[in-house]
């Protein structure tokens, strides 16, 4: 039976990624530093995944599995220069501290043959590739890193599944269970690939790869992020709610509306399968029974208002198309207000010009921070979603009339 590593044993590990490589006909062994998940996974050798949807749930068990635990340096180096594929999905943070065992893996695999070892790279990193690949340098030597250059494939992934954290009624008894939405398509960069690309179902390889990393992270990942900002305003806790707000879902759909246009003038796609991708996606934010919350999917909003990530990222885009990214706005000045309010600042609009600058690298002078700062004042002022989104529509009204 085929083997695959699957670095992690996470919502996103067993989720979603060891239940397509088991799908495939792959016997998956986890790596995680998890005593317990790992001593159960061991033990039983299956888990369950429950797909869950508004109406129901469906679970689906996964095997075969085993683990092993990640400070077992020597089992981890085995594992990898056994098995047929391999994946990651650990965290972009956690990512240096595993170069290390995947290093020893690669060396033992080495001394055993030529074989080609491609790496799905789960991770919510952009040019995940190039980071694995700088990180794997520091523990190779000259003619390893070479060798790496010949047999190893860094395949970037575009992680669609939305996983939610995951609570004791959703483990439902069963600490191994993870629920989550049946959404199940894995795009992968097909250039990336040594040999023969493995035949996965859900798995879609693609090049080039960049327009599914930008569609990922400017159109999934931007629209959730605006979500939950705006439903952090309107005191909604979970994202079900917020979507289900009709001057949020406007806003939201909206900005991206914004991004999708976009991201079809920079990459030549149509615009009608970038329509269809936003109407699914705004389905499955109102999936109820997943449970996710605004706090979660707009945590960490220093990251996700950098220069690059999906709010200033994809607002950059649109001003770089020509497109005015006025319901993108609304999304980063309602960011800006929670970025300020875990810092115990007081939102204003000379605070959010400070901290935009500071975290998105944005010049003081540059024409999206007159769009950007003209919402926080709104926001500042008290002025109702409908007021904002009526600002938001003679904004782009008037930017339609200059263009004609």
């Given amino acids: 039976m085929k083997r695959a590593v699957m670095y992690g044993a996470g919502n996103i590990g067993r989720g979603f990624i060891g239940s397509v490589l088991s799908r495939a006909g792959y016997e998956v062994i986890f790596v995680d530093v998890a005593e317990p998940l790992v001593g159960e996974l061991q033990r039983r050798g299956a888990y369950p995944v429950r797909q869950v949807t508004s109406h129901g749930f469906e679970d689906v068990m996964v095997s075969p599995v085993t683990a092993i635990h990640g400070n077992d340096v020597e089992a981890v180096a085995e594992a990898i220069a056994g098995c047929d594929l391999m994946a990651t999905a650990v965290g972009a943070r956690i990512l240096p501290y595993i170069a290390g065992n995947l290093a020893a893996g690669l060396r033992k695999r080495w001394e055993r043959s030529d074989r080609p070892l491609n790496i799905i790279i789960c991770e919510n990193l952009m040019d995940a590739n190039r980071v694995l690949e700088g990180l794997l340098r520091e523990h190779l030597n000259p003619q390893e890193q070479e060798r790496m250059e010949q047999t190893v494939g860094l395949v970037e992934a575009s992680i669609g599944r939305m996983v939610p954290v995951q609570t004791e009624e959703m483990k439902d008894g069963d600490p191994l269970r993870v629920c989550v939405e049946p959404y199940g398509f894995l795009p992968t960069d097909a250039d990336a690939f040594k040999g023969a690309i493995p035949e996965i179902p859900g798995m879609v390889p693609f090049a080039p790869f960049d327009f599914y990393i930008k569609r990922k ?76 919350t605004c706090a979660r999917v707009g945590a960490d909003p220093s990251r996700k208002l950098a220069h690059e990530d999906r709010l200033i990222g994809s607002a950059l885009l649109a001003h770089s198309m020509g497109i005015v990214p006025a319901s993108i706005a609304v999304g980063i000045a309602a960011g800006l207000r929670r970025l300020i309010r875990e810092a115990g600042g007081e939102y204003g609009v000379e605070s959010c010009r400070k901290a935009l600058c500071e975290v998105s690298g944005l010049e003081s002078d540059h024409p999206l921070m007159r769009w950007i700062l003209t919402c926080c004042e709104m926001l500042q002022q008290g002025k109702t979603l409908t007021e904002i989104r009526r600002a938001v529509d003679a904004a782009k009204g008037a930017a339609l009339r200059d263009i004609v």
């Fill in 217 to 292: 992270l400017y159109l999934h990942n931007m629209g959730h992020a605006t979500c939950a900002y705006l439903g952090d305003l309107a005191g909604l806790p979970y994202i079900w709610q917020a979507i289900d707000h009709p001057e949020i879902r406007i806003l939201t759909e909206g900005a991206m509306e914004e991004s999708l246009l976009a991201l079809s003038r920079k990459y030549g796609v149509a615009v009608e399968p970038l329509m269809l991708h936003k109407a699914d996606l705004l389905c499955r934010f109102t999936n109820r029974a997943l449970g996710d």
